[in-house]
């Protein structure tokens, strides 16, 4: 994940930082810290997480990390920054595989979309359910939870399940924040994500689907 961030969206990591990276070879350089950060922190947790571990992982100086990540709370809103990019890459390219497609099942589609996201970052859940989050990170967790409600608005219009409006936006974002509690529970009590919370996710979130198109008269 860390390895992706700095081609998939630049901005989202490097406003964490302290100062940017102006050179290629320094942000090459601190896309090899992110990996590693992302390494300690799946094999060791969230405590590991410190400027003299990571720079010694890296093989660059403490001094130069200290440029860009002067502490443990840096480095955490550095990698969520990258998670949060990759996700909501994931979501733009479900809003352009709507607008394309028909399907029958978009609460299927997007379920198993997010769950292999889940299933395959083992860097997002260590952070996610370790206990190391700051309120930077939480505060940008919640903007980043509405700009995925958006994704959710684009693919209902692409899908012709629903009308602009404000309720539209409101309704998005509380499907988000019921689906986002759902996944979690469902990748604590299982790393690869109990299957059975994930298909009562999917009911629950059918059930919603179909309110809101009932709403609209779209359906």
């Known amino acids: 994940m860390a390895e992706a961030a700095p081609d998939a969206e630049p901005a989202a990591w490097l406003a964490s ?3 940017t990276p102006q050179q290629a070879r320094s942000r090459a350089r601190l ?11 799946v094999e060791e947790g969230v405590e590991s997480l410190t ?4 720079a010694s992982e890296a093989r660059v100086s403490v001094g130069s990390l200290y440029q860009y990540l002067p502490d443990r709370g840096a480095i955490i809103e550095a990698l969520a920054a990258g ?7 994931a979501m733009d390219a479900l809003v352009e595989a709507a607008a394309a497609e028909r399907w029958e099942d978009p609460v299927g589609v997007l379920v ?4 292999e996201i889940y299933r395959t970052e083992h860097g997002f859940r260590a952070l996610w359910f370790g206990s190391g989050l700051t309120e930077r990170t939480r505060a940008a967790d919640r903007e980043h939870k509405r700009r995925m409600a958006d994704g959710i608005r684009r693919i209902l219009l692409a899908l012709r399940l629903a009308e602009d409006d404000e309720t539209l936006a409101r309704v998005c974002h509380a499907a988000i924040l019921a689906a986002d509690a759902l996944a979690q529970e469902a990748f604590r009590r299982d790393t690869k ?3 059975a919370l994930l ?3 999917k009911i629950l979130l059918r059930g919603y689907l179909t309110d809101i198109a009932a709403r609209y008269r779209l359906s």
């Open 17 to 19: 930082l302290r100062r």
């Open 112 to 115: 198993d979309a997010y769950a």
């Open 51 to 54: 400027t003299t571990r990571i």
């Open 199 to 201: 298909e009562e996710a």
């Open 31 to 41: 896309a090899r810290v992110l990996e590693a950060a992302e390494r300690i922190l």
């Open 83 to 89: 998670y949060f990019a990759k996700l909501e890459a």
């Open 193 to 195: 994500g109990d299957t």
